[in-house]
């Protein structure tokens, strides 16, 4: 019983230290987020309603570079947009509101939460590893880069339907 209750302790101190470790890139994840320092670019023409592009994450941490991958391809879709390659046509951002960000900070900061729903329009195309062109070491931080497929029409309806962005049939 003595061993057993020993056993259990010692398993709850990894769960817990495991737990505080996950917490602690999250954190820094979020931080890195909150910057929003990325670059995008496309790969190729997604299926119908989607974009296959490549975000070029920065963080002094690869692995946190390859997690916040995601949210900056919602973020530069939204945001940003960019501009095409030959046989890729370039894409305007999502909004033209500048300020939209800013007007509509709460909205945005549970949009894109850790497991946010931007989760929904977005995923990684390979099994997540980095090519070795894909990862450069820059001073102290790493630029890696991600190859992710946004289905845009998912995600202009979910923004559509929230208020965020205009609709394309509301006029000019």
């Known amino acids: 019983m003595k061993k057993t209750i020993q056993y259990l302790s010692l398993l709850l101190i990894v769960l817990t230290s495991f737990s505080l470790s996950i917490s602690a890139q999250n954190k820094k994840a979020d931080k890195d987020t909150r910057n929003w320092v990325y670059e995008i670019e496309p790969v190729g023409v997604g299926t119908q309603g989607s974009y296959l592009i490549k975000v070029w994450s920065y963080s002094k941490k690869p692995m946190v570079a390859l997690e916040q991958a995601k949210k900056n391809a919602v973020h530069g879709i939204i ?83 929230a208020g965020m962005v205009r609709g394309l049939s509301s006029g000019f």
Do not use: H
């Not at 501009?83 to 945005?108: C, D, K, M, S, Y």
């Not at 946010?116 to 990862?135: C, L, P």
């Not at 995600?155 to 339907?161: G, P, S, T």
């Open 79 to 161: 945001f940003k947009g960019f501009t095409g390659i030959q046989g890729v046509p370039g894409q305007r951002p999502l909004t033209n509101n500048p300020n939209l960000e800013v007007e509509q900070a709460e909205f945005f900061k549970n949009f894109f939460a850790e497991g946010g729903k931007y989760m929904k329009f977005v995923n990684i195309t390979n099994d997540g590893s980095v090519a070795a062109e894909d990862r450069l070491k820059i001073g102290k931080e790493y630029k890696i880069g991600v190859v992710v497929s946004v289905n845009v029409a998912g995600l202009r309806k979910d923004l559509e339907d």
